[in-house]
């Protein structure tokens, strides 16, 4: 079956908000148009209205399924929320041609797509708020329960959590986070567009609860996109609300990433970077390219500026990374306190980790006497950034952030 997409009648405030103009002018990619040599999957659309969990209402939904698919295999599905937008041929992410390209280089697995819409009903017509925005599992069940074992009588689907993601934009996005958060077990992965972690009684509880999982986060990996000129509302401030989810994600050590934009509340930015969040979000998959690969030292050898925010103090250092037999070895030298050794370095999926002594002034940067300090980053390319912890109570951390240097020209 071709890739006909009915419309759907979307409220006037949420399609506003959805399609909204202003901001940056991002622009879709070659991977998200069609390639010759590509082979094109199908999409077929679909209507669920036998919901026990939501009775009364009506869901429609469209089914991807790539050209690689084969019944012998399972294959991975990936849920996506305000479906029509994500699948729309023409639409601001294209996610079927994406995944046709991904999945043709090897760069996603075979995966199925799950293009949802709110439920519709008589009264009140709109579910979306209802189904979005608890922070139950209600939804989670709803999607295991119902729509993925309908899809299932027809296309062999994993029902390993490392095969399942889940995505949405605005309250979409609220609700695949919560379904990974109650569900892990269910779903690994989620990508949130613009999420809507505001409301006092809604989801600006998640950073909260994010950072209570310090030291047993959950097996979850989470890209998170928002934009500078994203909503504010009486309900909150989407950016701000964003930003509050990033700093919880690393308190918390997730396996995460967050792209600040400057768009607002729509999906130009997450489309024109969805195929860079495909392949974060499935890059150790089995059968992906590179999965399975070690990290490349040299990707963190080299000198790095690093700046550390403790206590209204700005500290500027150097750390030396030098790789031997695939061994790290660093030192660190504080602008205050000199140099001092570096302990315990690893570099594993894009975090760099290392451990030194607290010395001279950095003793006295926690309420007791600190020993040890510990660092956490993010290397993308030529930067970092990432938090420095202590040893003594409370549990706390100060923001690093550094760029490597480079030799000049």
């Known amino acids: 079956m071709g890739r006909g997409i009915g419309r759907f009648p979307i409220p006037l405030l949420f399609l506003l908000m959805a399609t909204g103009a202003g901001g940056t002018e991002y622009t879709l990619g070659p991977d998200s148009q069609p390639q010759e040599g590509v082979p094109t999957g199908t999409v077929e659309k679909r209507t669920w209205d036998a919901s026990r969990i939501y009775p009364g209402t009506t869901h429609e939904y469209w089914i991807y399924v790539p050209a690689q698919y084969t019944d012998s295999e399972p294959a991975a599905v990936m849920v996506f929320q305000d479906g029509l937008f994500y699948v729309e041929p023409d639409g601001p992410v294209r996610a ?44 989670a069940r709803f999607l ?154 040299a990707a963190v050898v080299g000198e790095w500026d690093v700046l550390t925010k403790v206590l209204g103090e700005f500290r500027h250092s150097v750390l030396t990374v030098s790789e031997q037999d695939g061994a790290l070895a660093a030192t660190l030298h504080d602008e205050v306190d000199g140099e001092m050794e570096v302990t315990a370095i690893r570099f594993e999926d894009g975090i760099l980790s290392y451990e030194y002594a607290a010395s001279g002034s950095q003793s006295n940067w926690g309420k007791g006497s600190v020993g040890m300090l510990s660092v956490w980053l993010q290397v993308r390319g030529d930067s970092f950034r990432g938090a420095l912890s202590l040893d003594v109570p409370p549990e706390s951390d100060f923001a690093v952030e550094g760029r490597r240097r480079t030799a000049d020209p």
């Open 96 to 139: 079927p041609t994406v995944f046709d390209n991904l999945i043709h280089r090897g760069e996603m697995p075979v995966t199925i797509g799950v293009f949802i819409n709110p439920g519709m009903k008589e009264i009140p017509w709109d579910q979306r708020d209802a189904q979005y925005t608890l922070l139950d599992d209600t939804y």
């Open 144 to 297: 295991l329960e119902e729509i993925l074992p309908e899809v299932g009588k027809d296309y062999n689907l994993t029902d390993e959590a490392a095969g399942r993601a889940i995505a949405g934009m605005s309250d979409g996005g609220l609700v695949s986070f919560t379904v990974a958060w109650q569900r892990p077990d269910a779903f690994s992965k989620v990508v949130s567009h613009v999420g809507s972690y505001t409301r006092l009684e809604g989801g600006s509880r998640y950073p909260y609860l994010i950072r209570k999982t310090r030291g047993n986060p959950k097996p979850i990996r989470v890209f998170l996109q928002d934009g500078e000129n994203d909503i504010n509302l009486a309900e909150g401030n989407w950016a701000l609300a964003n930003l509050q989810m990033d700093s919880a994600l690393m308190f918390a050590r997730y396996d995460y990433r967050f792209e600040m934009g400057t768009g607002g509340h729509d999906l130009r930015h997450g489309g024109a970077i969805f195929p860079d969040t495909l392949r974060w979000l499935w890059r150790d998959y089995p059968g992906v390219v590179g999965a399975g690969e070690p990290a490349d030292p």
